[in-house]
């Protein structure tokens, strides 16, 4: 698992890479938790290079969503492949988190 941060002039892109379960989970809550870490916090997740994501790893979108709503800002998840995009949907996080097809239209808030 590799969690990477980067910023842009309107977003901090959290870059995750790798399988997203119980052992990589606390990596991306550790780089949420650094990104969230600012007053009206605005986060895309670049999840393009999940491979597999399981209950833990989903919780963990869920958990930085909602500290990002409590602080006034947002958390989009962008690039997820059609395993992860089928799973959040699913689960019922596509009507809670914003999907986009990539980091670019999360940022500027186009829905694909």
Known sequence: MDVSLSESTVAVVVTVHGTLDMDGAPLLAARLDEALDRPEPR???D???VGFCDSIGLST???GHSRAR???GWLRLAGPSEFLERLLDTVGL???IGVYPSVADAVAD???
């Open 43 to 45: 986060v895309v997740v």
């Open 47 to 49: 999840v393009a290079g």
């Open 61 to 63: 979108f869920v958990l």
């Open 70 to 72: 409590a602080c006034g």
């Open 94 to 96: 596509t009507r809670l």
């Open 110 to 112: 186009r829905p694909g």
